[in-house]
C-alpha cells in the first residue's frame, strides 16, 4: 500500500481488527534525530535536521527521495517517572525518524555530517495500526490512542514501547486528505 506513489517500508496485512490494522513489517533503514519540546512541535524541529541529511548533507553529498512515513514517538526518561510519559509533552523528547528509500542500509548510507542525525537498521516487526485525518492535535491523538488500545485488549493482544505517530503527507496537503496513523508494536509472547 503506498500513498501518492510515495516509497514505503514493506509490510504485509496479517489480521483486520475493525478500524485496525495488525501489520508485519520487513527491516527498513532510518535517519533519526531526538528533538526537545512537544509532541506538535517535535516535527517541524526535527524536519530540517533530517530533510538536511536527504538533501545531500552528508560526506558524499549523496540525495535520497522522500519517503514516508515520518515516524515520532516519545523518548523514554532515563531517569524514574513518577507519571506515564504522554504524547503532549515528554522529559526526555521526542525520537523523529525519516525512513530512507528501499536498498539503503546502514551498511550502504552516507554518514550524516549534522552530529545530531543517527542512522539505525530497524528490525522486522509486527504493529496495530489505526489510520486517520486531519491536523495534528493532542485531542485528535488521543482519541485514535485509545481506540487502538481497547481494541487490542479486546482482541487479547500486547503491545510494548511508546506509541508511534506517523505521518504520510506533505505539509501543504489539506487536512481531510492527510493520512495519519498510530503504531503500537505488539508483542510477540502472550
Not at 38 to 67: H, V
Not at 84 to 110: D, M
Not at 130 to 147: E, M, P, V
Request: charged fraction near 20%.
Amino acid at each position: 500500500m503506498t500513498s501518492h506513489a510515495t516509497e514505503e517500508p514493506d509490510y504485509t496485512v496479517i489480521q483486520k481488527l475493525e478500524d485496525i490494522e495488525v501489520r508485519e513489517y520487513a527491516a527498513y533503514t532510518v535517519a533519526e534525530v531526538v528533538v526537545a519540546g512537544t509532541a506538535d512541535e517535535a516535527g517541524s524541529l526535527a524536519f530540517p535536521i533530517l530533510a538536511g541529511y536527504i538533501f545531500g548533507k552528508n560526506k558524499g553529498e549523496r540525495k535520497f527521495a522522500m519517503t514516508a512515513p515520518v515516524t515520532q514517538a516519545a523518548e523514554p526518561v532515563k531517569l524514574e517517572m513518577t507519571a506515564p510519559v504522554t504524547q503532549t509533552a515528554a522529559p526526555g523528547g521526542y525520537r523523529v525518524q525519516f525512513v530512507l528509500p528501499k536498498g539503503v542500509t546502514l551498511a550502504s548510507a552516507p554518514e550524516p555530517l549534522d552530529a545530531r542525525v543517527m542512522l539505525r537498521d530497524v528490525a522486522p516487526s509486527r504493529v496495530a495500526v489505526i489510520r486517520f485525518s486531519g491536523f495534528w492535535s493532542d485531542a485528535n491523538y488521543q482519541k485514535h490512542l485509545a481506540a487502538l488500545q481497547a481494541a487490542l485488549r479486546t482482541a487479547g493482544l500486547l503491545w510494548v514501547g511508546e506509541p508511534v505517530y506517523s505521518r504520510y503527507n506533505a505539509p501543504f496537503t489539506p487536512w481531510f486528505m492527510r493520512r495519519n496513523e498510530i503504531w503500537l508494536h505488539l508483542t510477540t509472547n502472550p
